[in-house]
């Protein structure tokens, strides 16, 4: 029989490795892998399903199910996020840096749900019961009916979750939950994802619904929610920027629902209050017609959102001039930059380029391309585009502009928030009376031309 071999593994990505590394292969992160000892092989000798075990009843994919029946949180963003509302016997994995709300977040949706007549039990592994009590207090939820556990043994909080049979269970932080029966410190890869293994299918077994806190690290010292990923139903991520009070619920995941979704939250003193229109607070502090400044109307999830792409070229004094970017991929930058060099004729040689998604928004959307692309022109050639002109479109290596999904649905949002005037692909699907002008264009170059005129 094949001796266990002890793998390694990396705490920020979760990818095995045979043998130890400074730097993880997969994700580039360094001092992130650890040893993990060997799962147990089971009984020695035979293989498995040589008539051990009992047979499984199958059913074929005809069998009709109903949908899951599902507990509004009575918070519109969240509801949307989880996909329409709680999942029964779900696992939900709630990811973000460390301060950037999760716990007030969970508390508040605990509070709801108690509300709404579930029975919610909130396990703090990382403040004592006062400290939420005093944070309830603060959000003016003290008087609700939420029961609250201290602890991070998870052999008693399972037990505890056996006996009571809670609708909802919030664990808050799984990296901080131990098991008596795993070999390793708190926080360490094969303790989180042994943790989660319980916590998942504890819900699966009793029908509550489980709810799972992960910080986010960059050290390596505690494993990243990365490595349960793949365990539970939904992956939700909770991010923004320091420094800006909103707050992005992103669902990555979601095994109920539409994955991409976001929920909208500002945080303000008296915690998380829900933002039910985005594009106008994305837009509320827009300035008069300004270089370098273009409305892109993107599309999130089941969702139209319109945000500024902001861009400033200057001058640089350094022989590799920067390239910095906040709330896009910087390899989409270099992708637009080369484009615009090469079939436009427009180089940024010698200047230093910022990119920056205004309100602390992160967009993933590759319809966002012409957007950025008209920000940098703009900010180049020092020309505003019309205060009231949105604009979206995909841009190929070719500089040919792809025509992108739910084109209507972006113009509604644009004629709601009382922009006039599209640039968008001639591909887009779009009906003439859509209440905006579009000006539909084929390629950069003619868009370079018609935009900025030809120079
Ligand atoms: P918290 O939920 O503790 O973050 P996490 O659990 O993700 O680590 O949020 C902490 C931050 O939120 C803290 O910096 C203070 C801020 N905050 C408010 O601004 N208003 C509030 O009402 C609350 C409760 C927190
Ligand atoms: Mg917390």
């Not at 029946?69 to 996909?83: C, I, W, Y």
């Not at 919610?120 to 003290?142: D, P």
């Not at 319809?367 to 002109?389: F, G, I, K, Q, Y």
Request: glycine fraction near 10%; charged fraction near 20%.
């Amino acid at each position: 029989m094949a001796k266990p071999v002890t793998t390694f593994v990396c705490s920020a990505c979760g990818a095995t490795h045979k043998k130890w590394a400074g730097r993880c292969d997969a994700c580039g992160e360094w001092n992130t892998i650890a040893e993990e000892a060997p799962l147990s092989q089971g009984p020695a000798g035979k293989g498995l399903g040589a008539a051990k075990g009992a047979r499984v009843a199958l059913s074929d994919l005809r069998t009709e199910e109903a949908a899951p029946p599902r507990h509004s949180s009575q918070m519109n963003e969240l509801d949307r996020v989880l996909g329409g509302g709680l999942v029964p016997a779900s696992a939900t994995l709630v990811g973000g840096d460390p301060g950037i709300g999760k716990s007030t977040l969970l508390l508040q949706a605990a509070a709801s749900f108690a509300r709404a007549g579930l029975k919610v039990i909130y396990v703090s592994g990382e403040e004592a019961t006062a400290q939420v009590r005093m944070r309830a207090q603060r959000l003016g939820l003290a008087d609700s009916a939420v029961l609250l556990a201290a602890e991070t043994n998870l052999r008693d909080i399972l037990t505890t979750l056996e006996a009571e049979a809670p609708d909802l269970a919030i664990i808050d932080s799984v990296q901080t939950m131990w098991l008596d029966t795993v070999d390793s410190a708190p926080g360490s890869v094969s303790q989180v994802r042994a943790a989660a293994h319980e916590l998942t299918t504890f819900a699966k077994r009793r029908g509550t619904a489980v709810m799972l806190v992960g910080h986010v690290t960059k050290e390596g010292q505690i494993a990243g929610p990365r490595v349960v990923e793949h365990m539970v139903d939904t992956v939700l991520y909770f991010e923004g920027e320091r420094g800006h009070q909103f707050r992005i619920l992103r669902s990555v995941k979601n095994r109920f629902g539409p994955a991409d979704e976001i929920g909208v939250f500002e945080m303000t003193g008296a915690g998380l209050s829900e933002v039910a229109n985005p594009s106008a607070l994305f837009l509320s502090d827009r300035e008069k017609p300004s270089p370098g400044s273009v409305v892109f109307a993107g599309i999130e999830g089941t969702r139209p959102v319109l945000v500024e792409v902001q861009a400033l070229v200057a001058p640089s004094s350094l022989s590799q001039p920067r390239r910095a970017v906040v709330g896009w991929d910087g390899g989409r930058l270099s992708m637009i930059l080369a484009v615009l060099e090469a079939r436009a004729g427009i180089t940024f040689q010698g200047l230093d380029v910022y990119l920056n998604i205004a309100g602390g928004m992160r967009i993933n959307e590759p319809a966002a391309d012409l957007a950025v692309a008209a920000a940098l022109l703009s900010a180049r050639e020092d020309a505003a585009l019309p205060h009231d002109t949105v604009v979206f479109g995909e841009l190929s290596l070719s500089g040919a502009l792809r025509p992108v999904s739910q084109a209507e649905n972006r113009l509604k949002e644009a004629m709601k928030l009382g922009f006039s005037t599209a640039i968008a692909p001639a591909g887009c699907k779009i009906s003439q009376n859509s209440g905006v002008t579009v000006q539909s264009t084929e390629d950069l170059p003619r868009f370079v031309g018609e935009v900025f005129g030809a120079g």
